[in-house]
């Protein structure tokens, strides 16, 4: 019985990850830019401008045991070279030796991650790509089961998964897998050799000019038309309404989680768009 849950628990994740479709212009930019990701150009005193916690003794640990793979400048015994995506991994292997995981299961996790293919390009893999869709502007999450393999991908399809399978039937781990490139990020003094972060073309120019006007705090009041057919407001005051803020607009946007936005400028002028406008074909 068991071992058919867990076949039935992979079929719906299989599924759920083979229905997201990645638009074109995105698609476009993951190309150009995937091929920073594995560049070595860091050492671990770059590592240790991140997390100040990580010690030269933790690295040596994880490169013998083949956790991380770092490259060597001129021997063997020379200088120990990290890509963008190793310092990925290192923030993560912390992360679930801080949780209490062996090194075997967060070698299968990690050796899963960089090896797992499932964009069209098969130099990209799962680790990959999943940085990619957070410098995107995606926020993306790390589901690490006891029994199977695990899943990374941006929230909403987690969500589905969520809402496909019994989820609290199985033992799992969530992990914030975005905070690690944020924290990268946020460190400064790391010269990424990329095009910048994505700007979707394809989003409706009304949209993208009320968002601006959100970010920028343009605006008197923010009417949310939710798809239940409510109503939630927002005050240039308060920049919050309840349980109801900003970002919950902005994610309400990103999501296309709503029939219609007003927006009232603070010269009196209205912006609205709604759901159907905003999407094209």
């Known amino acids: 019985m068991a071992k058919q849950e867990k076949k039935s628990q992979t079929a719906n994740i299989t599924q759920i990850k083979a229905g997201v479709e990645i638009p074109k212009e995105m698609s476009a930019w993951i190309d150009a830019n995937h091929g920073f990701l594995k560049k070595p150009g860091f050492k671990i005193k770059d590592i240790k401008d991140i997390e100040g916690s990580i010690t030269y003794r933790q690295v040596n640990s994880w490169e013998k045991y083949g956790l991380i793979k770092p490259e060597r400048v001129g021997s063997e015994k020379g200088w120990r070279l990290f890509s963008f995506c190793d310092i990925v991994s290192i923030l993560l292997i912390k992360n679930l030796k801080e949780f209490g995981l062996s090194s075997t299961k967060i070698k299968v996790t ?58 609290w039937r199985y033992k799992y781990i969530y992990i914030p897998f975005s905070s690690y490139i944020t924290q990268i990020l946020d460190a400064g003094g790391l010269k990424l050799d990329y095009g910048g972060n994505y700007n979707p073309p394809f989003i409706d120019p009304r949209l993208r000019n009320l968002i601006e006007l959100i970010k920028n705090k343009d605006y008197r009041e923010i009417r949310v038309y939710t798809q239940d057919g409510g109503i939630k407001r927002i005050g240039a005051l308060s920049s919050i309404s309840g349980e109801f803020s900003e970002n919950d607009v902005l994610d309400s946007v990103n999501k296309n989680d709503y029939q219609k936005i007003e927006l009232i400028k603070k010269d009196g002028k209205i912006v609205s768009i709604s759901r159907e406008e905003s999407i094209k074909p």
């Open 110 to 167: 990690i050796d899963h991650l960089q090896n797992e293919k499932k964009y069209k390009n098969k130099d990209i893999t799962s680790i990959d790509l999943n940085i990619l869709f957070t410098l995107s502007g995606k926020e993306v999450g790390l589901l690490i089961f006891e029994k199977s393999n695990p899943v990374i991908a941006p929230i909403e399809v987690l969500f589905e998964i969520f809402k496909t399978i019994n989820i």
